[in-house]
């Protein structure tokens, strides 16, 4: 099988036996790729401390017959985005990212929008984006880049354009409803007040290093931030441990 190239972030490296590492990226070229880096614990020589957390990478790999494990060659430096990590809050939004790229990118399929957006989040954060709006904006298109992001400017049953006042998701029926087609809140519902459809246009609607001077309110943030968490579930029927991580390093502040 012929050697395959493509830059990649490392989304996980976790150790196995003795000496190895297997390592989960997400490539510019060929979506998630899961592979063994042979010798990368003995020896620091062939991939250095390349394979830390969200290391942008130029990965070379062989694929192999009848495993979707890969065999990692080498994995040259590009950017590292481990002194941001120093920080233990930005550290742990920045492992939320990695969990939630790992569980929405396509496997071993091209997937160079989401690539595009985590590579351009992760310098909006080191430009001088507050964690908040990163998050929200990491999230939020996730969401829509793997088509699951109802729609958060017209109403799911009628059409209509959602109120400037606000609207609400009904977790059933899995879309954003206008007033008039909403049932009221029913369990598991989210309000979404007009703060948070204007701070969704803003994240949809330009780069995320436009939020650094043009920050969305935090009332427009944290009805999104529910959002996410409800879809998030939904989709995956699971947690993410990252977010628990997050929740008690603010706890400690
Ligand atoms: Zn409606």
């Known amino acids: 099988m012929p050697l395959k190239e493509s830059e990649a972030f490392v989304l996980r490296s976790h ?3 003795e000496a190895d590492r297997l390592v ?3 490539t ?22 390349n394979l830390e957390l969200l290391s942008r990478v130029r990965l070379s790999y062989f694929e192999r017959e009848g495993t979707d494990l890969a065999r990692i060659e080498g994995a040259e430096l590009l950017e590292s985005f481990f002194t941001l990590q120093e920080d233990p809050e930005r550290g742990a939004v920045l492992a ?23 590579h351009a989040v992760l310098r909006a954060v080191r430009e001088g984006l507050a964690l908040d ?8 298109w996730t969401l829509k880049l793997h088509g699951v992001l109802p729609s958060l400017a017209t109403c799911g049953r009628c059409g209509a354009a959602l109120p400037a006042r606000g609207a609400g998701y009904d977790r ?39 939020l650094i001077q043009a920050v969305p309110t935090a009332a427009g943030l ?24 997050l929740r008690a390093v603010r706890g400690r502040e």
């Open 15 to 17: 150790p196995i036996g």
């Open 222 to 245: 944290a009805p999104l931030a529910a959002l996410a968490a409800t879809l998030f579930f939904d989709l995956t029927e699971r947690r993410f441990k990252s977010y628990d991580v």
């Open 28 to 49: 510019r070229g060929a979506g998630k790729v899961r592979g063994v880096a042979k010798g990368a614990r003995r020896s620091r020589r062939r991939f250095g401390s």
């Open 24 to 26: 989960t990226f997400l």
């Open 172 to 210: 059933r029926e899995g879309a954003a409803l206008c007033g008039r087609c909403g049932r009221g809140a029913g369990a598991g519902d989210l309000p979404l007040p007009g703060a948070a459809l204007a701070a969704a246009q803003a994240i949809l609607s330009q780069p995320p290093a436009a």
């Open 96 to 118: 939320c990212f990695a969990e939630v790229a790992d569980a929405f990118a396509r496997e071993q399929q091209e997937d160079e929008a989401f690539f595009r957006l985590l």
């Open 133 to 140: 709006p990163a998050a929200r904006y990491f999230e939020i």
